[in-house]
T-cell receptor, first 116, second 115 residues
Framework: AQTVTQSQPEMSVQEAETVTLSCTYD???????LFWYKQPPSRQMILVIR??????QNATENRFSVNFQKAAKSFSLKISDSQLGDAAMYFC?????????????FGGGTRVLVKP | DTGVSQDPRHKITKRGQNVTFRCDPI?????LYWYRQTLGQGPEFLTY????????KSRLLSDRFSAERPKGSFSTLEIQRTEQGDSAMYLC?????????????FGQGTRLTVV
């Protein structure tokens, strides 16, 4: 079974600074997708960024970028120029490419605090 | 289109009572998922529908849990004889099978408290 581990329960960052969230996963599959979701206090999960495992190039979405290390099964998220609105729970998630259901397996989450 | 809608947002029930939650997915999405999220944890998969067919159920879904998606539109999740351990946020998500990269859109969840 696939597992996703986020080892940092909480990270604090100064506004305008950079913070990196760690995620490791375990799978025997070679084709899969990885995601970072943001869950603000209102509780609605929002997709931040996704990475296809077959792509070597790291995904980037504005201030958010990932460092995908397939061999190490590592998928970290970097938030640059942090803003107060970035404060939320962040979840790393895995989805197997071939599964008909496309269900997501989530890590335990990292709470990001942004200090003004 | 207002996104994925869940009702109610909050439910407090006494132990042993039955509760039912509703999820309305994004209209053109044919895949619908239920997840459970306990405080401080990531969501855990419960079950999945493609149209009206329930194609996968997690071992977390005990016999007291049942989910339906009649006509492939909205879905309901019923918990019978609730227990305190059922207290959690129940999240619904939907996606479109057209693309395997299809993003799962989440609702705001139903917070269940069993007292």
């Amino acid at each position: 079974a696939q597992t996703v581990t986020q080892s940092q329960p909480e990270m604090s960052v100064q506004e305008a600074e950079t913070v990196t969230l760690s995620c490791t996963y375990d799978t025997s599959e070679s084709d899969y997708y990885l995601f970072w979701y943001k869950q603000p206090p209102s509780r609605q999960m929002i997709l931040v960024i996704r990475q296809e495992a077959y792509k070597q190039q790291n995904a980037t979405e504005n201030r958010f970028s990932v460092n995908f290390q397939k061999a190490a099964k590592s998928f970290s998220l970097k938030i640059s120029d942090s803003q107060l609105g970035d404060a939320a729970m962040y979840f790393c998630a895995y989805r197997y490419w071939g599964a008909a259901g496309n269900k997501l397996t989530f890590g335990g989450g990292t709470r990001v605090l942004v200090k003004p | 289109d207002t996104g994925v809608s869940q009702d109610p947002r909050h439910k407090i029930t006494k132990r042993g009572q039955n509760v039912t939650f509703r999820c309305d997915p994004i209209s053109e999405h044919n895949r619908l998922y239920w997840y459970r999220q306990t405080l401080g944890q990531g969501p855990e998969f419960l079950t999945y529908f493609q149209n009206e067919a329930q194609l996968e159920k997690s071992r977390l879904l005990s016999d007291r849990f049942s989910a339906e998606r009649p006509k492939g539109s909205f879905s309901t999740l019923e918990i019978q004889r609730t227990e305190q351990g059922d207290s959690a946020m129940y999240l619904c998500a939907s996606s479109n099978r057209v693309s395997t990269l299809s993003e799962a859109f989440f609702g705001q969840g139903t917070r269940l408290t069993v007292v």
